[in-house]
C-alpha cells in the first residue's frame, strides 16, 4: 500500500511564498520520480514541478524563477517552495509519485489528496 500526503496549501496574498510539503510512506521503492500538479476550475491538471531520484528536475514554464522543488531522501519527502506568488497560481496542487517497475512489481503513479493554493488579496 502506498500513501501520499499533502501539505502547507492555504490563502496567500500576491508576492507572498508558501512551502508544501509530501510526504510518502508505504510500498514506495524503487522510486522514479516525485512532483507536484496543479488544477484549476476548468482546466486540465498540468506538471508544476519534478524531481527524478537522479537529482533532476524540471519546471513548467510559468513557474521557473519562482518555484523550487526540493527533497529529502531520508525523510521521503518532497518539497515545493513557492515565491512571488500570482493570482493564476490559484489551483488545488497535487502530489504525485512515480514508482518504477521491477521483477517483483508492476509499479505505478499515485496521487496525494490535494491541497487548495488561493493567491489572493
Known amino acids: 500500500q502506498v500513501h501520499v500526503v499533502e501539505s502547507g496549501g492555504g490563502l496567500v496574498q500576491p508576492g507572498g511564498s508558501l512551502r508544501l510539503s509530501c510526504v510518502v510512506s508505504g510500498s514506495i521503492f524503487p522510486i522514479n520520480a516525485m512532483g507536484w500538479y496543479r488544477q484549476s476550475p476548468g482546466k486540465e491538471r498540468e506538471l508544476v514541478a519534478a524531481h527524478t531520484s537522479c537529482g533532476s528536475t524540471n519546471y513548467a514554464e510559468a513557474v521557473k524563477g519562482r518555484f523550487t522543488i526540493s527533497r529529502d531522501y531520508a525523510k521521503n519527502t518532497v518539497y515545493l517552495q513557492m515565491n512571488s506568488l500570482k493570482p493564476e497560481d490559484t489551483a488545488v496542487y497535487y502530489c504525485?509519485?512515480?514508482?518504477?517497475?521491477?521483477?517483483?512489481?508492476?509499479?505505478?503513479?499515485?496521487w496525494g489528496q490535494g491541497t487548495q493554493v488561493t493567491v489572493s488579496s
Open positions: 504525485n509519485l512515480d514508482i518504477s517497475a521491477t521483477t517483483l512489481s508492476s509499479g505505478g503513479s499515485y
